[in-house]
């Protein structure tokens, strides 16, 4: 609810900007064995993560047009599997070969910095209709409007053939005259 308010991009780059910030104090507090300081240092990541990760159900399906959609989020969703299926492996990897229990928190401070890059170049979808979706309209005066800007467009999709017909008809003249047995 407060994305479709504020936004997404806002909840992307804050939870990426407070899991850069926050994962070297949040695995400080893992380490500590200390029962509840690592309670507190996993809800600190749980809350931080959640701040983008609860975004993305509604971000992505509205980046992508709807003839290709599924395929997009299939896609998108395999990536992330690969990537964030390695990460437990790759962790415990960094971690042994350095013998830094850090690591998996200089991990995450990756992951945000590609959050943040992420929340910067995307465009905002919040309260905008999702691409090649069929307009819906409250009352009739509105499907009223919705059907004139629809018979606007074909009209004007209709004269942009009608233009693509006319440079292609003199391309073949000038194609035609070039030729020394064709006769048009």
């Not at 804050?14 to 380490?31: E, K, T």
């Not at 992951?111 to 409250?138: D, H, Q, Y």
Request: hydrophobic share 50%; charged share 15%.
């Amino acid at each position: 609810m407060l994305s479709d308010r504020f936004g997404r991009r806002p909840f992307i780059l804050i939870g990426s900007v407070a899991l850069f910030a926050l994962s070297i104090p949040a695995f400080i507090m893992i380490n500590s064995n200390v029962t509840s300081l690592i309670f507190a240092g996993l809800l600190l990541l749980a809350v931080v993560l959640n701040c983008f990760i609860g975004v993305m159900a509604s971000s992505l399906p509205a980046m992508f047009p709807t003839h290709i959609r599924f395929s997009a989020l299939a896609s998108a969703f395999n990536i992330s599997v690969l990537i964030a299926g390695l990460t437990p492996t790759l962790a415990a990897w960094l971690v042994e070969t350095t013998q830094n229990l850090m690591m998996p928190a200089y991990y995450l401070m990756v992951i945000a910095v590609v959050g943040m890059a992420t929340g910067l170049s995307m465009k905002e979808t919040a309260n905008r209709p999702l691409k090649g979706a069929t307009p819906a309209a409250s009352d009739i005066q509105e499907a009223k409007e919705i059907l004139g800007e629809h018979y606007d467009n074909i009209e004007q999709k209709i004269e942009d053939i009608d233009q693509e017909i006319a440079d292609l008809q003199a391309k073949r003249s000038r194609l035609v005259q070039q030729h020394p047995r064709i006769n048009d």
